[in-house]
């Protein structure tokens, strides 16, 4: 089953060959109705009924409220009455002013899980190129979710084009990201603001790639880099500290299976993996992990990958690889 909903694109085919292909430069409302992002959220009262159904009294539970699509009335979620909704409409707004005057070009928006998660992504007017022709774009992604899995999260990525690999570019705090709780308003012009939408964040994260692309690494290095990123969440370790089945043996720290199937993309499975940027490089090895996490992963799907991806797990190990990658050149 897929996660997309409904979704748009321009310029490239999105990872799973979904979507409505657009001509560049379209208005929003285009946008809008082509990614299925034309309806709002609703809010009701959350009721329920005292003995059977159809003969029992209805009661408004207090303090909570039912979120709905408008044009479907399908339900997304339960939530609390001091719950701050952001509109399908205020993912693409946000946009605006980045694409009328700014040099920013939308490329994606959709709707996932049946509306339970929104979002649209744009390429910015920033970009770098490596020797070898590696060519690396800045982008801005913007997302929501009503269900309780995400606040509202502006950030910087970048696209490395020869994989179509993603980084996402967060180098510390207000720098990259901002997430704005479901707790408080979503103010977008508050948001942009705060990021710096102009060069900082790139200009930062431009300098360190080209440190990592001039970083040898041995293949110890290599080796420690994939324990560290790969290391198994704490409550898998428990629960195999205590499984019978492995009697004396050691248990397993780390995902043996993606810290092998990393390496073997670095040594040269992986796509850009010999561009002399990328050969026996920190660059090369943080493009092993992210090209990993976002082309092989195991998955029930495609676009289950790329969520997780985007804003899961598979984001978390892309950001500790990033974190990792740094220290070899701090």
Partial sequence: MHLVQSMAYVNAKPWHGLGHRLAPNQPLD????????DWSIETAD????DGQPSAGSRHVFPGQKVLYRSDTKTPLSVVSSRYKVVQPAEILEFYRDLTDVGGYELETAG?????????????????????GNDTVNGYLLLATACDGTLATTA???????????????ALGEGLGAIKVSHRSD???QAVKQQMGIATAPWQDFSDYVKELANCRIAEKTVNSFLAKVFVLPEKILSYLATDPSLGNAAAPTTNERAINRTKELYLGQGVGSDLPTSKGTAWGLLNSVTEYVDHHRRSRS????????????????KQRAWDEALKLVM
């Fill in 30 to 37: 285009i946008w809008a109705k082509q990614a299925g992002m």
């Fill in 46 to 49: 959350v009721q329920f009924v």
């Fill in 111 to 131: 709707v996932l899980k049946d509306g339970k998660k929104l979002w649209a992504l744009a390429r910015t007017n920033q970009t770098m190129t490596l020797k």
């Fill in 155 to 169: 950030q910087f990525t970048s696209i490395r084009v020869v994989c179509n690999n993603t980084l996402s570019i």
């Fill in 186 to 188: 979503f103010d977008a």
């Fill in 302 to 317: 495609n676009d289950h990958r790329q969520d997780a991806a985007w804003f899961g797990h598979g984001a978390m190990l």
